[in-house]
């Protein structure tokens, strides 16, 4: 590989232009002929014996040019940008310039990482928030526990919110029933706001064994565009009423739900519990303004495609998230009447921010000259393995070294900016 020229045209943009020899390009003329001559047809030749030459002088030279470049440009291309000490972010837009059997140059336009002007990163002051726990707080944890450990009973009464219900429904909308409108014995808690607007609190006064209507009108944004502001009607029927009995709030219920013997040690352990959660949510107000005064002083013209492609990240996040709750990212937008276009709109300046503090991270790093070991990056591997239960060389082998210690050199960065500033509180 030759690197014939290297030239920045515009900002964030390098074009190199790449000579691949003759020695280096006769091992993919002969792997491409080798892919190629057994559907070529030859006088006196049996199918897939011919040799190269002669396809050659009958098809022409350069019957095995494109398969060759395809093999080999590749290699060639990350050569140059080694030897350019370039770092691109997106795809590089290839152009192939001339090709013979004594090689082919192309040229390879590259967006990369932009220049960083760094502000002010060491010496800097932000305030940590104290964390309080109110009283109240303590005690709607106490009654959510009451509520998870509720025991639910038949009652002969007449359904009230809170209550649950088991019913059947049928939906119509002008008299004529809809998919996914029908369903026998649906358990509903009534007040909890499963069903549309005005639905469960038409059940509210019902008692086991009666029919009844229920009248509603479908939002305008409801997912499901055929029902969107229809006017429908529900036929039920109520099979049966339950109600949830909290047990007593007293020392025996601390007893059963944890292992603490009486309910004031359960409300301190509850407040430590909460104290520490907001504690750490502190530290972390404290440490994210450090690193936004750091981002907000700093100088970048930023490749639109480096946040694009946090977008995709963060979208790429959130259906990993959504299939623990065996959703799909489509159906999550039909529930939430939403788009994808609008979704990286809404994650757009979380983006901007996170690819922003990465290039100052790595501008801080070559400031000050940070390093990462090798020591540091096999502990980080076993870290790893023992994070997602996997062997450490399947760590190994699953990502990019380069991409390990540049996570890294960015921890040791924010390490930086945190250990040099100056903590006031804030009351």
Do not use: W
Not at 127 to 138: A, I, L, M, N
Not at 305 to 332: C, P
Not at 411 to 418: E, G, H, N, W
């Amino acid at each position: 590989m030759k690197l014939v020229s290297n030239e920045k045209p515009e900002k964030n943009t390098v074009e190199l232009v790449i000579e691949v020899t003759a020695e280096e390009f006769e091992p993919a003329l002969e792997r491409s002929y080798r892919k190629n001559v057994a559907r070529m047809n030859v006088p006196g030749f049996r199918k897939g014996k011919a040799p190269r030459k002669m396809l050659e002088r009958m098809y022409g030279e350069g019957v095995f040019f494109e398969d060759a470049v395809n093999y080999s440009y590749s290699e060639a291309y990350n050569a140059a940008i080694d030897e350019a000490g370039i770092e691109p972010v997106d795809k590089a837009d290839i152009e192939i310039l001339d090709v013979s059997a004594q090689g082919y140059q192309f040229k390879a336009k590259i967006t990369v990482r932009p220049e960083v002007k760094l502000g002010k990163y060491k010496g800097l002051t932000a305030k940590q928030p104290v964390p309080s726990v109110e009283d109240g707080e303590v005690e709607e944890e106490i009654e959510r526990m009451r509520e998870r450990n509720a025991s639910i009973q038949t009652v002969e009464r007449a359904a009230k919110t809170g209550d649950t219900v088991e019913f059947d429904y049928e939906g119509f909308v002008d008299d004529v029933p809809f998919d996914g409108g029908k369903d026998e014995h649906a358990k509903l808690v009534l007040g909890s706001g499963r069903f549309i607007p005005g639905f469960e609190e038409q059940l509210v006064g019902k008692s086991a064994g009666e029919e009844f209507d229920v009248n509603v009108t479908f939002p305008e944004e409801y997912h499901a565009e055929h029902l969107a502001g229809k006017a429908a009607v529900f036929k039920c029927t109520l099979h049966e009423v339950k109600e949830s009995l909290k047990p007593d709030l007293d020392d025996e219920f601390a007893k059963d739900v944890s292992e603490f013997d009486t309910l004031d040690e359960l409300r301190a352990s509850i407040r430590a519990r909460i104290m520490d959660t907001r504690a750490r949510d502190a530290e972390h107000e404290y440490e994210d303004a450090l690193i936004g005064q750091v981002v907000d002083g700093m100088e970048a013209d930023i490749p639109e495609v480096m946040i694009e492609n946090r977008l995709n990240e963060i979208l790429g996040d959130l259906s990993y998230r959504l299939a623990g709750q065996r959703l799909d990212l489509k159906t999550y937008l039909a529930i939430t009447g939403s788009s994808v276009e609008q979704l990286k709109e809404e994650h757009r300046p979380t983006a901007e921010r996170q690819v922003k503090a990465s290039l100052a991270f790595d501008a801080i790093a070559a400031a000050e000259k940070i390093e990462v070991s090798d020591e540091e990056l096999q502990a980080e591997y076993s870290r790893l393995a023992e994070l997602y239960n996997m062997d450490v060389d399947r760590i190994k082998s699953s990502l990019n070294e380069k991409e390990v210690r540049r996570d890294l050199s960015s921890l040791k960065a924010s390490k930086l900016i945190i250990d040099t500033a100056e903590k006031t509180i804030d009351n």
